[in-house]
Every structure is written in structure tokens, then in C-alpha cells.
């Protein structure tokens, strides 16, 4: 007994719980170190073993007793602490209920065949990079399912109804046990005979075939916004599959692809961009035309402007999609453009500038022009020869 960690620490609760935080409390690490959840895991195997004993005894009023009064000592000899818990007197199925639920993705659910909403459709539409800047209509082709005009959606034969699921009782769902390490658990699935429908029709629509939609192509509209970006999606109430047993119809969810576009790229609410100077523009300064969402502006660059200057164009970005009058900004680099096929009349205007300038056309002849200087060794040489 002397290697047993505390119960109370094993749950991670204090010595005063409820009985609603030690099951709380137990879920959280039963959820966490579960086998299933952590296969191959032996110390996973380990804890979780430690916490069935740990809730075992807590949850029980008198083996808690006991166990603060004496500790694990009070369970030496084959009690709870001695090996095999005994699971079947204690209120488990909404505990492992919930927890498998999340296991497996779904939760708890109830038993009553309420109205349930139908099923969401997805679609894809293609726009360009402007028309994600200014925002567009699009007309998309789909299949939509219709209520059954024939027998208004029940399925069954004109003349004839729908007949309560003997399986279910009506309720759609039904109830089985399973065993699990804890014992017998019970689960809840949907009822495979009517499909969760609580109905069963035996005499099918000649028009439906027995499923109360008839499915058709249909043209939907699509407004897509000022502002979206590549892989967002638009979402259209009420366009996708119908609901059952009254309830509403899914969505429609557009996801929308934007093209590349040959010279803007965007990131976030800002565009980016790059725009050619000539050689004389960067120099003298002027202005230069950049092309823009909104068309071409002049901007005026500053004498001796170097390549790869950043300029900002405020609000000259991408709208947000909430307020389209709210834009990010274009960020544009200014590249100098070197001419080329240049006549010899340019090419000699190039000449005298460089010569007025940096001269960096004669440098190495400037250099060989230049009277070397002389070595020590020819000094001292010089002087005898004169002597």
C-alpha cells in the first residue's frame, strides 16, 4: 500500500468534492488516459486503472468513509485495493455514455426523433483577382432536393401513410448494450430500419420512390463580397438538403477560388506589386504611372530614387469584408530599367554623362595614366647614376 498514490490526488480534486466534481473529475481523466484514446500506451493502461479504483471507492459513501478514516489500508486483503472493482452497483451509463460519445465524435443524443436540420451542400466557384476586389454576382448550377408534390413529402403512396417503426416505437433511435472493460454499457444508434425517421412506409411513392424529395438542377445566385479571399467560403441559408421530421433545410457553403493574378499579390488586406523607372526618371526624378486595382496613378518620385525603393499607396488596398470602405494599402518597389538596343547617338550621350559624373567608363585608363610611383631600390639607383 505504500506505493498508492493518493485517491483524491490520483482525480485531482479536493478531500471535500461533491459527488458532481468526482465525476466530473473522473470523466476528465478517463477521457484522457482511456485505451482506446491511447493504444499501446502502457503507462496510459496504467493511470487509467488507477483512476477506475480511485472513483470506485470515492464515489461509494461508505468505502469513502473508510478510506478517510484508514486510508488504503481499510481495502488490504482483497478489498477494492486489492485487486477487481466492483462497477455493477454504481450509476455509470451517463458517464460512459458521454465519454464514448466524444470518443467517437458524437456526444450524447437524445432518444426522442425530434426534427433535425438537413445536411449542408458544398459547391466551388472561380473569380478573378479583381473581381475579389470589387466583389461580383456568380449564377452556380446544383442539384437541390424538393418536397415531393406527389405524396408532400411522406413518401408513401398517394391513399396510404407512413406506419410508426415497429423497431423504435417511433423514436427513431434505439437501445443496445455492449461490453466494455467497466462491464455492460448501453448505447444509443440510430435505428437501422427507418433510418431515424420513426416511420416506416410500406407502400412507396411512385414519383419519390419512397424517399418524399424530388431532386432537380437548379441556378443559384451567389453574391460574393468586396474583399474575400482564396479558399473562403460563402455560406447561403437554406439552399442545401432538406431537414427531417419538420426540421429546417441545411446551407449552401461556396467556396470560392481567386485567380493568380500576373502582377498583384495580395497578403492580408495589402496588395503587392513592382513598377519600372527608367533609368533618367530615377535620377532626375518625375512621374512614374503604376497600375493599381482602381486603374493607373501618378506618383512623383524624388531625384536619385535607387532600385528597389518601397512606396506605399494608401488605401489603394483590399476592402475588409465587413465595412468595404475600410481598404489595406499597395506596396509597390520601383526597379530601374537599364536601356537596351541603344543608337550611337544615346550611347555617346551616355558617354559624356558618365564622363561629367562618376567617369566609370575610363577607370582602368585613368589608372594606367597616372605616374607610378617609385620604389626605394629605384631611388637609390637613380642617385648613383647621377653621381
Known sequence: MADKRDYYEVLGVDKNADDATLKKAFRQQAKKYHPDVNPGDTEAE?????????YAILSDPDKRRQ???????????????????????????????????????????????????????????RITFEES?????????????????????????PGTSPETCSRCGGKGKIMYSQQSLFGMVQNVQTCPDCRGTGKIVKEKCPDCRGTGYIASKKRIKVTVPAGIDNGQSIRIRDKGEPGTNGGPR?????????????????????IYSTAPMSYAQA?????????????DVLYEVKPGTQTDTRIRLKGKGVPSLRNKAVRGDHYVTLVVQVPTGLNEEAREALRKF?????????????????PKKKSFKDKIKETFEEL
Open 46 to 54: 496504467k493511470k487509467f486503472k488507477e483512476i477506475q479504483e480511485a
Open 67 to 125: 478510506y478517510d478514516q484508514f486510508g488504503h489500508a481499510a481495502f488490504e486483503g482483497g478489498g477494492a485495493g486489492g485487486g477487481g472493482f466492483d462497477f455493477s452497483g454504481m450509476d455509470m451509463g451517463d458517464i460512459f455514455g458521454d465519454l464514448f460519445g466524444d470518443f467517437f465524435g458524437g456526444g450524447r443524443r437524445s432518444a426522442d426523433n425530434g426534427p433535425r436540420k438537413g445536411a449542408n451542400l458544398r459547391a466551388s466557384v
Open 133 to 157: 476586389i470589387s466583389g461580383c454576382e456568380k449564377e452556380l448550377e446544383i442539384v437541390l432536393k424538393d418536397d415531393c408534390k406527389t405524396c408532400h413529402a411522406t413518401g408513401a403512396k
Open 250 to 270: 441545411g446551407d449552401l457553403l461556396v467556396e470560392v477560388h481567386v485567380s493568380r493574378h500576373p502582377i498583384f499579390q495580395r497578403q492580408d488586406m495589402n
Open 283 to 295: 535620377a532626375l526624378g518625375g512621374e512614374v504611372r503604376i497600375s493599381t486595382v482602381d486603374g
Open 354 to 370: 558618365d564622363a561629367v559624373t562618376e567617369n566609370s567608363l575610363d577607370v582602368e585608363k585613368e589608372k594606367d595614366s597616372k
